[in-house]
């Protein structure tokens, strides 16, 4: 009788910390302690508007070229195009402000600008090659752009050893930048945005991922489930 009850005890206090990873920000650099509503959104950071992890000053510098959020060059191998760099802006406001990556938030240890990050969410299809169709005629020096870079001027720079070459070249495949860009932040699907098991990084209206968040914990949740039993 009492490991039945430490079962439904287990189980309990499982959904509970499912229900918080539904509406939770990462402990990072530039999030909010919980998520709340913002009406100012700057542009494409503008659909998290009725709840987010950014602040509007977050989500005007997701913007900007050099912004002081990371200090993090885009046109590292000459100019970016517009075409590419929405996808990086939509990627810095879904990073930012997204208050549904419960599931995928992971402690990072020794880390001085963050204690959590992402790790292995489900992008759409669609997402992953839009990305890549956009950016494929841009250059870049690096697979992984999280580390490894020359930031002695204050900015991100290519190392000395890192020569920019095509960005098919780097990334052959959407599959192959979704997933190294971030150093997995991200994992490529074969699922569209239709299906409910996929993030989408913008969206109109109704925030979709909520969601598919959900079904990833409800899945966690009964795979512990029968591992208790």
């Known amino acids: 009788m009492m490991w039945m009850v430490a079962i439904l005890l ?3 206090s499982s959904i509970s910390l499912s229900e918080e990873k539904l509406n939770m920000c990462m402990d990072a650099k530039h999030h909010k302690t919980v998520p709340g509503p913002e009406g100012q959104l700057y542009l494409q950071c503008a659909p998290w508007k009725e709840n987010a992890c950014c602040t509007a000053n977050t989500s005007a510098e997701a913007h900007e070229d050099n912004s002081y959020l990371y200090n993090f060059n885009w046109n590292h191998c000459g100019a970016m195009s517009n075409r590419c760099k929405k996808h990086f802006i ?9 208050p549904h990556l419960g599931p995928w938030i992971q402690e990072v240890a020794n880390h001085n600008w963050r204690k959590e990050r992402i790790v292995d969410v489900p992008l759409s299809q669609e997402d992953c090659h839009d990305w ?3 950016c494929k005629k841009e250059f870049t020096c690096k697979s992984n752009w999280h580390t490894g870079w020359d930031w002695s001027s204050g900015i991100n720079k290519c190392p000395a050893d890192k020569k ?8 052959p495949t959407p599959k192959d930048m979704c997933e190294q860009i ?18 989408q990084l913008w ?3 109704t925030n979709p991922n909520k969601k598919v968040a959900q079904y990833y914990l409800n899945n966690a949740l009964q795979n512990q489930s029968f591992a208790l039993i």
């Not at 939509?90 to 997204?98: A, K, L, N, R, V």
């Not at 920019?164 to 990334?171: G, I, N, P």
Request: aromatic share 22%; charged share 20%; hydrophobic share 25%.
């Open 90 to 98: 939509q990627d810095t406001c879904f990073y930012e402000c997204s």
């Open 203 to 205: 969206f109109n209206g």
């Open 10 to 12: 287990s189980a309990l």
């Open 164 to 171: 920019c070459r095509k960005w098919t070249d780097v990334y």
């Open 182 to 199: 971030w150093s997995n932040s991200y994992a490529y699907t074969s699922y569209s945005k239709a299906s409910g098991r996929c993030m």
């Open 132 to 134: 890549w169709e956009d």
